[in-house]
T-cell receptor, first 111, second 113 residues
Framework: DAGITQSPRHKVTETGTPVTLRCHQT?????MYWYRQDPGHGLRLIHY???????DKGEVSDGYSVSRSKTEDFLLTLESATSSQTSVYFC??????????FGEGSRLTVL | AQKVTQAQTEISVVEKEDVTLDCVYE???????LFWYKQPPSGELVFLIR??????QNEISGRYSWNFQKSTSSFNFTITASQVVDSAVYFC??????????FGKGTHLIIQP
């Protein structure tokens, strides 16, 4: 158990509404990541953080923002959800040796 | 840019057969790491192995083995005497730096009893 929890685990929302997914870690790791998983695309990096208030964009960052005000929390926000953002979202932390450990995932459906 | 290609979208074998999952990668980095993850039907992502680009020795862990060949930019994964519990989606990944890992699209492995 890597000590990562994601909330909510499941969410259904409507197009145009804001959505925030939360990732909480108890490992005190510096690096945290948000990925999305879609059929036929594998896992794609949305945003990552290398410390409190230090974040950067990944491969598919358009339409997403993140914040990290505390080491243990990394928030992913969809300002105005679209149907193309229906996906499973995974948060991850990086171990000192580079492997990522993932949360259980958050399934988001945008109607 | 880094890229990971898993050309096999889906593989189906009968239990006890050996199966190899292919992974080919592209990177300009001279130092990098390669990884394999397993995603069973329950959906969690399970770390299996990390390999340093300087270490081309094959690794064996029980029924699992990994063959890293730098000359062909490949990091293949073999399951010997497959079991139904091996059924999962397997992801190969590349990276190890602060900007996370680049994943292949995954291979869906089906082990039929």
């Amino acid at each position: 158990d890597a000590g990562i929890t994601q909330s909510p685990r499941h969410k259904v929302t409507e197009t145009g509404t804001p959505v925030t997914l939360r990732c909480h870690q108890t490992e005190n790791h510096r690096y945290m990541y948000w990925y999305r998983q879609d059929p036929g695309h594998g896992l794609r990096l949305i945003h990552y953080s290398y410390g409190v208030k230090d974040t950067d964009k990944g491969e598919v960052s358009d339409g997403y923002s993140v914040s990290r005000s505390k080491t243990e929390d990394f928030l992913l926000t969809l300002e105005s959800a679209t149907s193309s953002q229906t996906s499973v979202y995974f948060c991850a932390i990086s171990s000192p040796t580079g492997e990522l450990f993932f949360g259980e995932g958050s399934r988001l459906t945008v109607l | 840019a880094q890229k990971v290609t898993q050309a096999q979208t889906e593989i189906s074998v009968v239990e006890k057969e050996d199966v190899t999952l292919d992974c080919v990668y592209e990177t300009r980095d001279t130092t990098y790491y390669l990884f394999w993850y397993k995603q069973p039907p329950s959906g969690e992502l399970v770390f299996l192995i990390r390999r340093n680009s300087f270490d081309e020795q094959n690794e064996i862990s029980g029924r699992y083995s990994w063959n890293f060949q730098k000359s062909t930019s490949s990091f293949n994964f073999t399951i010997t005497a497959s079991q139904v519990v091996d059924s999962a989606v397997y992801f190969c990944a590349l990276g190890g730096g602060a900007d996370g890992l680049t994943f292949g699209k995954g291979t869906h492995l089906i082990i039929q009893p």
